[in-house]
């Protein structure tokens, strides 16, 4: 299996701060991740595809870089909307290991 | 309007049985591979099965294998998770998403709409 490591476990930044969250692959895997935001009580919501694509509708201060092992996402400008939890995803295997999950809260 | 709905979960003994269904609505739900994840109380999201757009191939995370049984029915536009010989471990939200934004031979897919969750609770 293809285990999948975030850091940090959480954090608390300003409304404007940018935002790093990084994923850790086991092994390789090429550009197949996601990162997800869930609020508390809801259901995840996509963000991010393919390492780095932007979700239509999803706003433009989240990105997603990286391939083979180290993937961050970025938040450029924290809104008080962003708050929840982080989770990254690898998809190259059909066991579809979830990191687990970066929860931010607003200052 | 895109939309997924779980429903059948419940409070059940350990060892008992429970099956949770998932309605798709709103697109062609025939064309798509279906998941279910789930979350245990305060817990992080856990991949628990896939299944493939007619239904024949499923993949199981190893913790379930051999006790939960994926399906679904493209006529009815439902999917669903026979879960078996449930112990304390499997309490949790059951979520049911579909596979989207996927590689050029439809294989591998992010998830893009998941359903509210339903909640599975085995407890004596």
């Known amino acids: 299996d293809i285990q999948m490591t975030q850091s940090p476990s959480s954090l608390s930044a300003a409304v404007g701060d940018r935002v790093t969250i990084t994923c850790r692959a086991s092994?390789?895997?090429?550009?197949?991740l996601a990162w997800y935001q869930q609020r508390p009580g809801k259901a995840p919501k996509v963000l991010i595809y393919?390492?780095?694509k932007l979700v239509s509708g999803v706003p433009s201060r989240f990105s997603g870089s990286g391939s083979g092992t180290e993937f961050t996402l970025t938040i450029s400008s924290l809104q008080p909307d962003d708050f929840g939890t982080y989770y990254c995803q690898q998809y190259i295997s059909r066991l579809y290991h979830f990191g687990q999950g970066t929860t931010v809260d607003i200052k | 309007h895109v939309q997924l709905m779980e429903s059948g979960g419940g409070l059940v003994k350990p060892g008992g049985s429970l099956r949770l269904s998932c309605a798709a609505s709103g697109f062609t739900f025939g064309d798509y591979y279906m998941n279910w994840i789930r979350q245990a109380p305060g817990k992080g999201l856990e991949w628990v099965s896939f299944?493939?757009?007619?239904?024949?191939?499923?993949y199981y995370t190893d913790s379930v294998k051999g006790r939960f049984t994926m399906s679904r029915d493209n006529a009815q536009n439902s999917l669903y998770l026979q879960m078996n010989s449930l112990t304390a471990e499997d309490t949790a939200v059951y979520y049911c998403?579909?596979?989207?934004?996927?590689?050029?031979?439809?294989?591998?897919?992010?998830?893009?709409?998941w359903g509210e969750g339903t909640m599975v609770t085995v407890s004596s």
């Open positions: 393919e390492a780095s």
């Open positions: 092994q390789t895997i090429s550009k197949w």
């Open positions: 299944i493939t757009a007619t239904g024949p191939t499923t």
């Open positions: 998403a579909r596979g989207n934004y996927c590689d050029s031979r439809g294989y591998l897919c992010a998830f893009d709409v």
